[in-house]
């Protein structure tokens, strides 16, 4: 059960960060769906490999931070910083 949760957590937190990485850089070459399921799939590879290698967390947060850092980074860089708005000349 602790398992199930920690995949749970980490895909749920990966999304989050995406959406949040993609606001900093709302502009881009890539969906915001896209980089969502890409950073879902990459939380759920990373804490499977994590379950795998160690076992099952002993707490929440650490499944929560992982996703939020990998959903974060997707976002991020993922998208580009919008352009500044042209100066008038005076």
């Given at each position: 059960m602790r398992t199930t949760l920690a995949l749970a957590i980490a895909?749920?937190?990966?999304?989050?960060g995406a959406i949040f990485g993609?606001?900093?850089r709302p502009q881009g070459p890539i969906s915001i769906v896209w980089t969502m399921i890409v950073a879902g799939l990459g939380a759920l590879l990373a804490e499977a490999s994590s379950v795998i290698w160690v076992g099952p967390p002993p707490q929440g947060w650490e499944p929560l931070l992982g996703g939020i850092l990998i959903g974060v980074m997707a976002g991020i860089f993922s998208g580009k910083k919008r352009k500044p708005p042209d100066k008038p000349e005076t």
């Open positions: 895909v749920s937190s990966a999304v989050i993609r606001a900093l």
